[in-house]
T-cell receptor, first 114, second 116 residues
Framework: AQSVTQLGSHVSVSEGALVLLRCNYSSSVPPYLFWYVQYPNQGLQLLLK??????LVKGINGFEAEFKKSETSFHLTKPSAHMSDAAEYFC????????????FGTGTSLTVIP | KAGVTQTPRYLIKTRGQQVTLSCSPI?????VSWYQQTPGQGLQFLFE???????NKGNFPGRFSGRQFSNSRSEMNVSTLELGDSALYLCASSLGTAQGFSYGYTFGSGTRLTVV
């Protein structure tokens, strides 16, 4: 079975500080992993995805994530937070047993303090 | 190219009514998936249609149904609305899967349904 756990439903950082959003997955086989961002009253926008190529994945808006199999983690980072990064972030997993169905985490709301 | 278009953006319905939501996927995408998003339950998978066939279904009651047309546009229908059906309904289009893995989704902006 596939599942995703996002630690911390709310994260606050100062503008210019490091952003770290945590995601741990559970999968019996190597999964595909995704990070999405959602702004208020909008759909989800893909930030980046891991598809078993490079373990360090770079995405849009300066975000990146590292796949660590030994830790079953796929944490999202950004070196310097910007006010425009304030949003809800979702980690998701899909795999060969889930077809086109994604399993999403419960989301992390990021607040950026000026 | 045009993104995923969902209509309407907002809906207010009364308990017991039915509602139909529409989704036009990205041109060339044959897979359309629907998700329900609520503050309490998060994002929950409703169903996926591929080439006019329902390929996968989540754990929702039969009041939730959908269909896909030959041009890949999809509709979702909810009958006998309940207060708990109030949610943001998201449509996601995709090329589908390869070797069982998803190519990934592009989401629409959603339809905000309020049941009163």
């Amino acid at each position: 079975a596939q599942s995703v756990t996002q630690l911390g439903s709310h994260v606050s950082v100062s503008e210019g500080a490091l952003v770290l959003l945590r995601c741990n997955y559970s999968s019996s086989v190597p999964p595909y992993l995704f990070w999405y961002v959602q702004y208020p009253n909008q759909g989800l926008q893909l930030l980046l995805k891991y598809t078993s190529a490079a373990t360090l994945v770079k995405g849009i808006n300066g975000f990146e994530a590292e796949f660590k199999k030994s830790e079953t983690s796929f944490h999202l980072t950004k070196p310097s937070a910007h006010m425009s990064d304030a949003a809800e972030y979702f980690c998701a997993v899909s795999g060969p047993n889930t077809g086109n169905q994604f399993y999403f985490g419960t989301g992390t709301s990021l607040t950026v303090i000026p | 190219k045009a993104g995923v278009t969902q209509t309407p953006r907002y809906l207010i319905k009364t308990r017991g009514q039915q509602v139909t939501l529409s989704c036009s996927p990205i041109s060339g995408h044959r897979s359309v998936s629907w998700y329900q998003q609520t503050p309490g339950q998060g994002l929950q998978f409703l169903f996926e249609y591929f080439s006019e066939t329902q390929r996968n279904k989540g754990n929702f009651p039969g009041r939730f149904s959908g269909r896909q047309f030959s041009n890949s546009r999809s509709e979702m229908n909810v009958s006998t609305l309940e207060l708990g059906d109030s949610a943001l309904y998201l449509c996601a289009s995709s090329l589908g899967t390869a070797q069982g893995f998803s190519y990934g989704y592009t989401f629409g902006s959603g339809t905000r349904l309020t049941v009163v």
